[in-house]
């Protein structure tokens, strides 16, 4: 099975973007690839109509590391997890969807790409409209917590990282 990441670099605040496309009734507007019309809601899952027909989604709770992480039960009864993160990128955020090719011809994940790459240029669009230029956000992540199981006991640091020393050869005067 292939897998494709698909990026988009958005001139906003990570965390703004983060709750733009976390909030699920926000999704019609940009996810066309994924979700089209009325969002039906069935406990924790979202039932939508989407172009492989009637597909469950169910998203990961919303969380300080901009995962946006789902999982489609397609009509088939097939379940596919599809990661997607919001990183910081210098210029703001940047998007990252990762496809995986699962029951498609290559001609099938080719438009799956491209529908995926049109999704992300939407909200891109969506997101750098939501502000005016001059009132934008201070670029802020959410606030970082430990899930209470990590946060007893010590917590374990990393070593600083340095770049390796190389070895050179001493250089030492000819002996004669």
């Known amino acids: 099975m292939r897998s494709r990441h698909v990026s988009q670099v958005i001139?906003?605040?990570p965390?703004?973007?983060?709750?733009?496309?976390?909030?699920?009734?926000?999704?019609?507007?940009?996810?066309?690839?994924?979700?089209?019309?009325?969002?039906?809601?069935?406990?924790?899952?979202l039932v939508?109509?989407?172009?492989?027909?009637?597909v469950t989604l169910r998203f990961t709770e919303r969380n300080p590391y901009l995962i946006l992480d789902h999982d489609v039960t397609l009509p088939s009864g097939v379940v596919v997890h599809n990661p997607m993160r919001?990183?910081?990128h210098p210029e703001g955020a940047e998007?990252?969807?990762?496809?995986?090719?699962?029951?498609?011809?290559?001609?099938?994940?080719d438009r799956d790409i491209e529908a995926v790459a049109a999704d992300l240029r939407r909200l891109q669009e969506?997101?750098?409209?939501?502000?005016?230029e001059e009132s934008l956000p201070e670029q802020t992540l959410p606030e970082q917590t430990?899930?209470?199981?990590?946060?007893?006991?010590p917590r374990e640091t990393l070593p600083?990282?340095?770049?390796?020393?190389?070895?050179?050869?001493?250089?030492?005067?000819?002996?004669?």
């Open 15 to 45: 965390g703004a973007v983060y709750d733009l496309a976390a909030d699920v009734d926000n999704l019609p507007r940009w996810a066309a690839g994924l979700a089209k019309g009325e969002l039906l809601r069935e406990g924790d899952d």
């Open 95 to 109: 998007v990252v969807f990762t496809i995986r090719q699962f029951e498609m011809t290559d001609a099938e994940f």
């Open 48 to 54: 939508v109509e989407s172009p492989m027909g009637r």
């Open 126 to 132: 969506l997101a750098e409209a939501s502000w005016p």
């Open 160 to 176: 600083e990282q340095t770049a390796p020393q190389q070895s050179r050869p001493e250089s030492r005067p000819p002996e004669n």
């Open 86 to 88: 919001v990183l910081p």
């Open 146 to 153: 430990l899930p209470e199981s990590a946060e007893q006991g």
């Open 11 to 13: 001139h906003r605040d």
